[in-house]
Nanobody
Framework: QVQLVESGGGLVQAGSSLRLSCAASGRTFSRHTMGWFRQPPGKEREFVAA????????YFADSVKGRFTISRTNVKNTVYLQMDSLKPEDTAVYYC?????????????????WGQGTQVTVSS
């Protein structure tokens, strides 16, 4: 069973940058689209970004487009989320997830493995 471990969260000021990492176990990482979701306090978990198995396709929520970048290194079984120009509304627990075959990249239910999450707090 795959394990996903996020790292890189923290407390930063508005306008700062953070880079999240997600390390995956197993041998099938390169076959899967990977995604990042976040759950703000008191709200539902929401899609942030996704990247295709080869890395050639990337997708972003409108709220982060132009500020966040997603990338992956299949040799290292790792996916990254570079977050620039952070805003207080970006405060959330950020989760890495592995997408199952088929489905839609922005649907939470189409992901079959999740990390434990990493807290990102942006102060104003």
């Amino acid at each position: 069973q795959v394990q996903l471990v996020e790292s890189g969260g923290g407390l930063v000021q508005a306008g700062s940058s953070l880079r999240l990492s997600c390390a995956a176990s197993g041998r099938t990482f390169s076959r899967h689209t990977m995604g990042w979701f976040r759950q703000p306090p008191g709200k539902e978990r929401e899609f942030v970004a996704a990247i295709s198995s080869s890395g050639s396709g990337t997708y972003f929520a409108d709220s982060v487009k132009g500020r966040f970048t997603i990338s992956r290194t299949n040799v290292k079984n790792t996916v990254y989320l570079q977050m620039d120009s952070l805003k207080p509304e970006d405060t959330a627990v950020y989760y890495c997830a592995r997408k199952s075959s088929g489905g839609t990249y922005y649907r939470r239910d189409d992901y079959d493995a999740w990390g434990q999450g990493t807290q990102v707090t942006v102060s104003s």
